[in-house]
């Protein structure tokens, strides 16, 4: 892959759910601060309307999804519309490597919530970099 294109990152909309505002949080995290200019994000409720550009730009693109939940509707939404599933994290995963930052709000993000979205964060840019590069995630 050139570095003309651009990873997707697509979380999950749980909106009023602490994890789901923990996915969005480190998406936009890689998106302006870790890799700008190399990240975009598609509306997932675009994609489950059937968008064809946002279609379109998933299946032209690799995508990396980020699930807040069980039902892994971000995952599963970049399949059905064809995507380049490349990498699918999960907020809870991410969670259990630091079980000492449980969410305590789910109306917005605490300070917990931002430190698991920073180590989120980590593991996506990481990844965009295998992606864009091919290196190793450590």
């Given at each position: 892959?050139?570095?003309?294109?651009?990873?997707?990152?697509?979380?999950?909309?749980?909106?009023?759910?602490?994890?789901?505002?923990?996915?969005?949080?480190?998406?936009?995290?890689?998106?302006?601060?870790?890799?700008?200019?190399?990240t975009?994000?598609?509306?997932?409720?675009?994609l489950?309307?059937?968008?064809?550009?946002?279609?379109?730009r998933?299946r032209?693109?690799?995508?990396?999804?980020?699930?807040?939940?069980?039902?892994?509707?971000?995952?599963?939404?970049?399949?059905?519309?064809?995507?380049?599933?490349?990498?699918?994290?999960?907020?809870?995963?991410?969670?259990?490597?630091?079980?000492d930052?449980?969410?305590?709000?789910?109306?917005?993000?605490?300070?917990?919530?931002?430190?698991?979205?920073?180590?989120?964060a980590?593991?996506?840019?990481?990844?965009?970099?295998?992606?864009?590069?091919?290196?190793?995630?450590?």
């Amino acid at each position: 892959m050139t570095t003309n294109n651009k990873v997707i990152i697509i979380p999950c909309s749980g909106i009023g759910k602490a994890y789901g505002t923990v996915g969005r949080e480190a998406t936009y995290m890689v998106m302006e601060d870790m890799r700008p200019g190399l990240t975009d994000t598609v509306c997932l409720s675009l994609l489950v309307m059937g968008d064809e550009e946002a279609r379109r730009r998933v299946r032209e693109n690799p995508c990396i999804t980020i699930d807040g939940c069980p039902l892994a509707c971000a995952r599963k939404n970049v399949e059905f519309a064809g995507g380049q599933q490349a990498v699918n994290l999960r907020v809870i995963d991410t969670y259990k490597e630091h079980r000492d930052l449980k969410p305590r709000a789910v109306t917005f993000i605490d300070e917990n919530g931002r430190q698991l979205a920073r180590f989120l964060a980590q593991q996506v840019a990481a990844e965009v970099d295998r992606l864009l590069y091919n290196e190793e995630v450590s």
